[in-house]
């Protein structure tokens, strides 16, 4: 059997977008897919209005903190899923890039980061169930 794939969510700040998405990943694939999280800019802390939408569906947010992209974690991900990082992340050839246009939480109520985790979620399940069934 074959190593897990590795995905690695970005965001500028890796304090919402990126810190749901990676929190979601390791929710479905249970333990099928390894995840991390970075920031081209990493803020301070995580958005309290993210970790409040986490928190709701189960997921507990409150410990993480927000972690720098490096171009290691780039070279060892099998997918690196950007979120409005723009051209910060490196590319290299023979990894898969996605690029999610979502909006950033960053200074939205908690109903509107709902929404944010919502279609996060949606597109978290199509990923998961494309790199499991490649890796099986």
């Known amino acids: 059997m074959s190593e897990p ?5 970005v965001c500028v700040h890796n304090a919402g977008r990126s ?10 694939a249970h333990g099928r897919v390894r995840v991390r999280s970075a920031g081209s800019e990493p803020g301070d802390a995580i ?12 997921i507990d947010l409150s410990r ?15 997918a690196v ?18 690029d999610w246009d979502l909006p950033d939480p960053s200074g939205k109520p ?4 709902r929404a944010i985790r919502d279609e996060i979620d949606r597109r978290v399940c ?10 099986a």
């Open 110 to 113: 908690v109903e509107e980061v």
């Open 81 to 98: 899923v950007t979120m409005g990082c723009g051209d910060a992340c490196p590319i290299y050839a023979g990894k898969r890039y996605l």
């Open 19 to 28: 810190q749901m998405a990676a929190a979601l990943l390791d929710r479905h």
């Open 47 to 58: 958005n309290p209005a993210v970790v409040e939408a986490m928190s709701e569906i189960g």
């Open 126 to 135: 199509q990923l998961v169930a494309e790199l499991t069934e490649a890796n």
């Open 64 to 78: 993480e903190v927000p972690k720098r992209l490096t171009d290691e974690a780039v070279r060892e991900a099998d």
């Open 5 to 9: 794939p590795e995905v690695l969510f």
